[in-house]
């Protein structure tokens, strides 16, 4: 991964502190000095279900559902769920990501990692990293057990949001790749994670040192 990180501009060395430089040494800068993110009020899509879509209103057309951070429900996507000030989740990582293609065989019975991030305390590579976990529910075939392309916009007969025909726009996004479909599909569950490297704190907000070394800390796990 060719991930911008402090360091891409920063010393590696930034502290004046030999102790907060060590920690350098095993810590993301952006573990410490972004302790939150989607702050001041703004909020982070965190959840998307793809199976809920196609709801109408009481005269059949389609709607969304506003809440307080954005839209809750909309008749083309489905349910979303939105998070303000979240703690990352922290992970060893060194750089390497995997990712799960269209072509992977799924366990529909277990959350599909949609990419996983490699990294450990004892590889000398890694370093504890922030990350944000997406969670969300989208159709797979299952009868090849793989994830689906599907067809969403467009006037066509085959587009999702004009007929909020699942069948068809599946049918339609895998001819259009040339990949197999069995014709059934249901949903599976799914996770994606993204570093965070966004909303850099003041100095002031940064990490202290008992946030994560004491019991029930932050990496308590």
């Given at each position: 991964?060719?991930?911008?990180?402090?360091?891409?501009?920063?010393?590696?060395?930034?502290?004046?502190?030999?102790r907060?430089?060590?920690?350098?040494?095993?810590?993301?800068?952006e573990?410490?000095?972004?302790?939150?993110?989607?702050?001041?009020?703004?909020?982070?899509?965190?959840?998307?279900d793809?199976?809920?879509?196609?709801?109408?209103?009481?005269?059949?057309?389609?709607?969304?559902?506003?809440?307080?951070?954005?839209d809750?429900?909309?008749?083309?996507?489905?349910?979303?769920?939105?998070?303000?000030?979240?703690?990352?989740?922290?992970?060893?990582?060194?750089?390497?990501v995997?990712y799960?293609?269209?072509?992977?065989?799924?366990?529909?019975?277990?959350?599909?990692?949609?990419?996983?991030?490699?990294?450990?305390?004892t590889d000398?590579?890694?370093?504890?990293?922030?990350?944000?976990?997406?969670?969300?529910?989208?159709?797979?075939?299952?009868?090849?057990?793989?994830?689906?392309v599907?067809?969403?916009?467009?006037?066509?007969?085959?587009?999702?949001?004009?007929?909020?025909?699942?069948?068809?726009?599946?049918e339609?996004?895998?001819?259009?790749?040339?990949?197999?479909?069995?014709?059934?599909?249901?949903?599976?569950?799914?996770?994606?994670?993204?570093?965070?490297?966004?909303?850099?704190?003041?100095?002031?907000?940064?990490?202290?040192?008992?946030?994560?070394?004491?019991?029930?800390?932050?990496?308590?796990?």
């Amino acid at each position: 991964v060719n991930l911008t990180a402090c360091e891409s501009c920063h010393s590696p060395k930034p502290h004046k502190n030999d102790r907060l430089n060590s920690h350098a040494r095993k810590i993301a800068c952006e573990t410490c000095h972004i302790p939150e993110f989607a702050r001041g009020g703004k909020g982070t899509k965190t959840h998307w279900d793809w199976s809920t879509m196609g709801k109408m209103d009481k005269d059949g057309k389609p709607f969304k559902r506003k809440g307080p951070l954005g839209d809750e429900y909309d008749s083309k996507k489905g349910d979303f769920k939105y998070e303000t000030n979240v703690i990352p989740t922290y992970i060893w990582f060194n750089g390497t990501v995997n990712y799960t293609l269209r072509e992977t065989k799924l366990d529909p019975s277990k959350v599909v990692k949609i990419n996983s991030f490699e990294g450990s305390a004892t590889d000398g590579k890694s370093r504890i990293w922030p990350i944000k976990r997406f969670t969300g529910r989208q159709p797979y075939d299952t009868g090849n057990n793989q994830l689906v392309v599907f067809h969403t916009a467009g006037k066509d007969d085959s587009a999702l949001w004009e007929n909020f025909n699942w069948d068809k726009a599946i049918e339609f996004g895998m001819k259009e790749i040339g990949a197999e479909f069995s014709g059934k599909f249901a949903f599976v569950d799914t996770e994606m994670s993204w570093p965070i490297t966004h909303m850099v704190a003041p100095k002031a907000d940064a990490l202290a040192c008992q946030q994560c070394h004491v019991k029930g800390g932050r990496l308590d796990e």
